[in-house]
């Protein structure tokens, strides 16, 4: 027997239970009417086996009960039994579906909006292509993800999982080419060079490129809580880059993805559990000396002078964004983080 809060599904072996008291026969005597076994029949009183039309036929002839009344009995069994799991599943998955942000997921148009429990799981259970909302909890579901965070909670991690799902959605519509590692290495200057730009410009150059090399880029919204930058990790035959873009400082957004092409390049991706702490160490260190080469940085630094002619100078030196500097000066402590920010600007990108 199977329950749930509005459902009770009776097996069709407890009328046939029913029927041999009200006969006083033997499952024994039973199982030898029916030329079938006493285990099977044990099973079929239990509702451990279908009731199948030969069983049916069977039961006709021994009980006098038409075929279709046993055949009806086993279908409605069967689909109350489905209406109980399903409610039951649906009960377990609201305290599942409390754990994502549902409230931002739907101000950015990623779920609909509603305040029923039964609806948001609905509707969770679809954005992540699940039946169920706990088999998220198994990793084969979820991509090995690498990715730049500030802090991690377990309110961080749900939040990562339903960025990460929008950006695979995303990826699913960018057409790229095979994946080129090689290629992504030639173009590292490239990508650099577009520090300088505007993001009207950039923003479709980058997306371009990276689909050359293999990769969907893809620009997202901030999820609160999440303390999320970027995040790659392999979808099929892709890699898939996510940013998150509104508000960000420009340096940061730079640093940000160079950070997650050095976990492409670094060989980060796919791996048991993501990323380790020695992984984003070197990623961050990746991102730094690609932006600023490290003989050129100590070079700028011995000269102790941080005017803004001088960052701006060297910045143009290196062909990128004086913010870049600024932000690098700022975090390894050569200048205090009140100097210098009218160098650094903020991006609006808007992601579609």
Known sequence: MTRSRNYIATPPGATIKEQLVDRGMSQKEFASRMGMSEKHISHLINGEVQLTHDVAYRLEMVLGLPANFWSNLEAIYREKIAKAEAENALDADKEWAKRFPYKEMSKYKWLPETRKPEERVINLRRYFEVVKLESLEDDKLLPSIACRRQSITEKADYALIAWAQKAKLEARNIETLPIDLRELTNRLS????????????????????FKNCGIALVFLPHIGGSFLHGATFYDKNKIVIGLTVRGKDADRFWFSLFHEIGHILLGHLNQEGGTSDEDELAADAFARDTLI?????????????????K???????????????????????????????????KYEIIAE
């Open 190 to 209: 490239d990508i650099r060079a577009m520090t300088t730009e505007d993001p009207k410009k950039f923003c479709s150059q980058l997306v371009a490129l």
């Open 293 to 309: 080469p490290q003989d050129a940085f100590f070079n700028f630094v011995e000269m102790q002078s941080f005017t803004k002619e």
């Open 311 to 345: 960052i701006v100078a060297f910045a143009s030196a290196l062909g990128i964004a004086p913010g870049i500097v600024v932000g690098r000066l700022q975090k390894e402590g050569f200048i205090d983080f009140s100097w210098h920010n009218d160098l650094k600007i």
